[in-house]
């Protein structure tokens, strides 16, 4: 308790009961396996409403509606990502890096929906799988399109002097198949935790302030700073789904390359 | 004193083991908050490798058909469309080089007219002009014949009054011819007075 604030404890925040499924299961499912549920079935409706027959033709109408804003993300993702970083080759890699964004996305984005207001990835479950998942999907692409030399070219870049790469593979080994993951994983776990505790902060400010006579007069200042936050965890929900997709983009295109 | 100070080693050993024995009781049952659990890597991995799934093979392909099928529409529209440009250029350019030449045509049309105009023109005139000094010669040569009658009409009316004139005054005939020769001096002295 700070000056009259009482905060609850980090765990009160993100630690969430199983809504089915004994304590501690494995298979136990709460309120962050809810969210990515959501994400999957709100994710797969909006491509199926895009996907009507009724919206598809004629072709050459211009997109309207659903259909609109499922076409312009997977052309984000198609030309501004994919395209981007990888070149035409990339984009068979589309469903993987779609279903990342999509994914992501959505569950950030239930920070600011009301009666959730928790983003699925402020646990770290969430991005571990994911980085997990991309680390695996970028190591069999490489070893897909340049075999086992994969490893090898990976640790030591073409041009580095031999006398350099008792100093080089180490250094390469760890930035690649260790920092990647875990720096793909805490990034996103740690701004959107980040996002979400201040978003309770304040909140928990105004109610503390609605209460109290003489603070009252702060109490406008807090609830901006509260709406002000969500707008600008919109923003991140969005820009962290956007990095993941991007940087998992650039690890897949760098494994199709030795020379990249 | 010692006994003291051993008593007091005791109790704060045993307060201190007690404390460790509790704080080890409440690591085993605190969980870090920031550590992922298993259950929700479990649906996390579920629930996306789902969607993965779904959007490789039932929603993407009919977004992308179409998403591709507008693009091939819209780059056979622009090649239609510079096509239909290359032969407006085309056309243009053929009609900009007919009209040249029709143009180099008519102006050459309307330089041998005007040729032509000048030349006839200037036949016209001439031709006027030589009709206009014929009239004008037979004009002069009719007044010279007339003004030449006249004086001889008039010669010989004044000879044949002076003459008469005369011959009533000195009552005797004169020579006519030579009376005639005089007034007729006389008359074209007067004549080119």
């Given amino acids: 308790m700070i000056f009259g604030l009482e905060f609850p404890p980090i765990e009160n925040l993100v630690e969430w009961p199983n809504l089915f499924g004994p304590t501690d299961s494995w298979y136990g499912f709460n309120k962050i396996a809810l969210i990515n549920l959501v994400a999957l079935v709100a994710t797969a409706v909006l491509f199926l409403l895009a996907g009507r027959r009724k919206t598809l033709e004629p072709v050459t109408n211009a997109p309207k509606g659903s259909r609109n804003l499922v076409e312009s993300a997977v052309g984000f993702i198609r030309d501004g990502i994919i395209v981007e970083t990888i070149g035409p080759d990339g984009l068979r890699y589309l469903p993987f890096l779609a279903s990342l964004f999509f994914f992501i996305l959505i569950t950030n984005i239930f920070e600011v929906i009301p009666f959730f207001h928790m983003p699925g990835n402020a646990r770290m479950a969430g991005p571990a799988v994911l980085a997990l998942l991309t680390w695996v999907y970028f190591i069999a692409v490489g070893i897909k399109h340049q075999g086992l030399k994969y490893f090898w070219n990976s640790v030591a870049p073409a041009g580095v002097p031999k006398a350099l790469l008792p100093l080089v593979v180490p250094i390469e080994l760890l930035s690649t198949f260790i920092v990647r993951p875990f720096s793909l994983a805490v990034r996103l776990f740690a701004n959107m935790l980040a996002g979400h505790i201040l978003l309770v902060t304040f909140t928990v400010l105004c109610i503390t302030l609605w209460g109290a006579s003489l603070l009252l007069a702060v109490l406008p200042f807090s609830f901006l700073m509260l709406v002000g936050l969500t707008g600008f965890e919109i923003m991140v929900a969005f820009l962290q789904a956007y990095i993941f997709t991007i940087l998992a983009s650039v690890y897949i295109g760098s494994s199709m390359h030795a020379e990249h | 004193m010692l006994a003291s100070i051993l008593v007091l ?80 250029v085309a056309k243009l350019e053929q009609y900009e080089a007919g009209l040249a030449g029709a143009r180099a045509e008519a102006v050459a049309i309307i330089e041998a007219s005007r040729a032509e105009g000048d030349a006839e023109r200037r036949t016209q005139i001439a031709a006027a002009e030589a009709e206009v000094a014929a009239a004008r010669a037979e004009a002069a040569a009719e007044i010279a014949d007339a003004k030449a009658r006249a004086r001889s009409e008039l010669t010989g009316s004044i000879t044949d009054i002076a003459v008469g004139a005369a011959e009533a005054v000195i009552q005797k005939p004169l020579d006519r011819a030579a009376q005639g020769r005089i007034v007729e001096d006389y008359v074209n002295a007067a004549g080119q007075n």
């Fill in chain 2, 9 to 88: 080693a005791t109790d704060a050993a045993t307060t201190a083991t007690d404390l460790l024995d509790q704080a080890a009781g409440d690591a085993k049952t605190v969980k870090n908050p920031i550590l992922p659990t298993v259950n929700e890597m479990f649906w996390a991995a579920i629930f996306f490798i789902a969607l993965w799934a779904l959007m490789k093979f039932v929603l993407l392909p009919r977004i992308t058909k179409v998403m591709d099928g507008r693009t091939d529409k819209v780059r056979d529209d622009l090649a239609a469309a510079d096509a239909a440009e290359a032969e407006r």
